[in-house]
Structure formats: C-alpha cells, structure tokens
C-alpha cells in the first residue's frame, strides 16, 4: 500500500467553527481549536447555521481539526472487482502489513473494469467521540418579563367609607399572577378619551363563586350557609370571632351590579387549586340585607381590600352615562388592555332602606313611625347619626295589598313618622285591618332610596 503524504503547510494550524448560542440571546459566537506545534499557517473558519451548545462547537472543531491531519497520510491499493460494490465513505479492514489489521476509511474509488482502485486514509473511530468543553459565561440581555395583565371589577354598590361619598363606583383591581406589580385605572367617555384616575400597588382578589349563596334575614352570624369560592392565585385568611364582629376584616363583595351584598366571612378553608371553603359570615351589611336571598352559582366575588379599591370621584351628572373602564399593568402599554363599558347608577349616594316601621294609635288616627339608617359613619354611643343629605325626607306609600301594586296614598314627610288621619281612612274606605306601607328615604342626588315594605 504505497504512501501519500500531504505537505504539513497545507493543513490548517487552527479550525473556527461559528455557531448561534440560544443562551446568549441567539448572537453569533464561535470556537477555536489549535495545533500547539505545527509550521502550518492556515486558519480554517467554518459557520454552522444551527443553535447549539458551546461544547458542540468545541467538539466539532476539534473533529475537524483531527480528521484533516488525519489525512495528512492516506495509502492505496487496488483489488480484484469483487469489492467493486465499495464506495467513497465506507469503512474496510485491511491486512497490512502482513499480520496486522487496521480500519480504513475509502476517499476515492475507480473501477477500470479489470480492477479496482482505491485511496484511503486512517479510520480513526475515536475521532467522532470528543468531549472537549466549549467557553462558559455568555450573558444575554436582562430583560425583564412582561406584567402580568390586570383584572377589574366594577363595583356599584353601597358606600363603604365616607371618603368614597361620590357618585362613582368602586373599581377593584387584581394580578392574574403572583408578580403582578400594581396597575391603573383609566376612565373615559370612550376608548379615545381615557385619562387616569388613580393606581394601586396592592391586589383587592376578584373570583368567582361556585356555589349558590342562601338567602339569610336573621340579625346574627350565618352559621348555616356555606360559600365556595374560587380566587385563583390569591389568598383568603380566616379571622376571630372578635375581630369579625369589630371591624371590617374578611369584607367582601358577592353578586353583580344591581344586586351587590356586603358581607364578612370568619373562616377560610383551603380546598386547593384556589378554591375556599367560607364560613360564619355577617350578611347584609352596609343596607345590602334585600340582596341576601338574590345569588347565583356565578357570582362575582371581590375581597374588599382598601389598597386594591379605588373609587373615581364622579359628580352627580355622570349617573346613567355610559364610560369605559380600563386596567393597565404597571409595566404595560395602554393599548394592552381591553376596557370595559359601564353606566353608573350613583349606588353609592343612595340612602339605605329605613328600620323598625310600626304603627300606633292617636285617637281615631294612626300613626306611622320608622328610624333612618345613615351612609355615612356612625357613633351610636355618642349618638351620631350623620344624615348624608342636604335635607331630612321621606315618601311613605300605603298600598291596597301586600302585592305592592296599587298605591292607595303617598305622604312626602320630613320626619320620621306619618299621621294617617280618620278624614283620610273614611275617604280611601279604610275600615280596620291590615296595612301595607312602603317608606323611604329622599336623596337630592338620585332620589328614592331603598325601601323598608311590610304589612302592619
């Protein structure tokens, strides 16, 4: 097998093999192998169109550089065609010199026809199993992942504390996820016109019940009706009985506007994945005792949170207009949210229903008496009740039956109390039996509040 040795100064004295690195933003980077010892001047550069690893690159140009030296020497010999069936790339054994068996690698084959004609050189396995380790420390750019979006829900209901006492809702804000940073909430007439009215840094949790809440008109902790509640990645807590009863911890909204009741819950129980168990609750609160029995299994749930509420100051005249209510990440462009459209009712302003309506007698005439509840706060042990109007009235209505229909006589008062005088039973033929009285308080803002009914 005669002997081809190639010049040692055309063989590469290094090879460089550029490459994409996924952990260096996806740029450019490359590594080098270099013969140490060597009169070799040629820097051979290959490019790999692919994302791979430095130690790939590494071990493939270390590959490269072996496998050229390693053709440095080839031989050739020449063969009966029986082996005709070879071909460039195959691997042969080969007996030479005489007792000595080596692997070869077939560069080239001719087929004269007579004979066959090969070149080869060295088969070395061993060169496709480096395990050089390519460079370490790439850094790509830090940047930082995009804000979680922002949940909202509007909430038209009750005043919760007199620094809310404006026509506009409550809005509470709320991450889908734990990073969840803050965001803002934008107002306008419509999509076009959106300016901020405030931000919060804190979640107020907004989920969704899973059950339907029973109704409850009793003045005590509900201890028999049980909520389940999902609020995703938030957290609920569990209380004491004393702080239940004392303060607002645990408050939460249930419902949808129209139909919002405040209430408190003592106990939290995990279900897992979200979802809470809640017990012990204080129903009705804030005038909301009517919505108590008006639940659905797809309630909106909102912990009522002060840091993730706002409350947008909105003068009487917006009552009734539409606007869209958009939430942003803190982080996130505006037109990264979508909005919604609300018409507010002006809840907020309205009086709550009065209590204790009763009747007495003054002679032939009877004598119909209530007590006002108030918005705003209260100290009963100094007994202040603020009014939260301009002026103290009331429309009380008489009707024909405990339908509620048919009124049979109005009374605009500015007390608590209406004379149903004898003129006026002999005129409407009211004989003696049950009566039917509907009263309420009088706002100057959005008129009739809610209404206290009973038959007497």
């Not at 026509?167 to 965001?183: F, I, R, S």
């Not at 995703?232 to 911890?249: A, C, K, P």
């Not at 809470?276 to 919505?291: D, M, V």
Request: charged share 20%; with cysteine.
């Amino acid at each position: 097998m005669p002997l081809n040795r190639a010049q040692e100064v055309d063989l590469p004295r290094s090879v460089s093999v550029s490459y994409i690195d996924p952990t260096f933003d996806y740029q450019t980077a490359s590594e080098k192998e270099v013969r140490q010892i060597t009169e070799a001047t040629e820097d051979l550069i290959v490019e790999l169109p692919m994302a791979t690893s430095s130690d790939h690159a590494k071990q493939v140009a270390s590959m490269i550089l072996f496998a050229k030296w390693r053709a440095q020497n080839t031989r050739s010999f020449k063969t009966s065609r029986k082996y005709a069936f070879l071909s460039p790339g195959d691997g042969v054994t080969v007996e030479y010199p005489r007792g000595t068996f080596r692997l070869w690698r077939i560069t080239s084959m001719t087929d004269t026809g007579a004979l066959c004609e090969f070149n080869v050189e060295p088969g070395d396995a061993e060169l496709y199993t480096q395990t050089a380790v390519g460079a370490t420390g790439y850094i790509g750019q830090q940047v930082d992942p995009l804000a979680p979006p922002t949940n909202l829900a509007i909430v038209d209901g009750p005043l919760l504390t007199d620094a809310g006492n404006s026509a506009g809702p409550y809005v509470a804000l709320d991450g889908y996820t734990d990073d969840w940073a803050g965001g803002e909430l934008l107002i306008g007439d419509d999509d076009t016109n959106l300016v901020s009215r405030g931000a919060v840094s804190m979640p107020a949790p907004i989920g969704m019940a899973e059950s339907v809440l029973g109704s409850w008109s009793r003045n005590i902790v509900d201890e028999t009706n049980l909520l389940t509640v999902n609020v995703g990645n938030d957290e609920l807590f569990s209380t004491t009985r004393d702080l239940l009863l004392s303060s607002t911890v645990n408050a939460f909204a249930i419902g949808a506007n129209g139909r919002w009741e405040i209430a408190q819950f003592q106990r939290a129980d995990s279900l897992g994945g979200g979802r809470y168990l809640l017990s012990g609750l204080r129903r009705g609160l804030r005038g909301t005792e009517n919505n108590t029995g008006n639940h659905t299994a797809t309630d909106t749930f909102v912990l009522l949170v002060a840091s993730g509420l706002l409350k947008p100051s909105m003068d009487v005249g917006s009552i009734g207009q539409t606007k869209s209510y958009r939430a942003v990440s803190k982080g996130r462009s505006q037109n990264s949210a979508a909005s919604q459209t609300y018409a507010n009712t002006g809840e907020a302003l309205r009086p709550f229903s009065p209590v204790d309506l009763r009747k007495s007698l003054s002679g032939s005439d009877i004598v119909f008496t209530w007590q006002r509840r108030t918005r705003l706060s209260e100290n009963v042990f100094a007994g202040i009740f603020p009014l939260g109007e301009t002026s103290e009235r009331y429309v009380l209505e008489l009707y024909t039956s405990s339908a509620f229909a048919t009124v049979l006589r109005s009374f605009a008062v500015s007390a608590e109390s209406a004379t149903y005088t004898a003129a006026m039973q002999t005129f409407d033929g009211y004989s003696g039996g049950a009566l039917y009285p509907r009263v309420r308080q009088i706002s100057d803002s959005v008129g009739a509040g809610h209404e206290l009914q009973t038959t007497l």
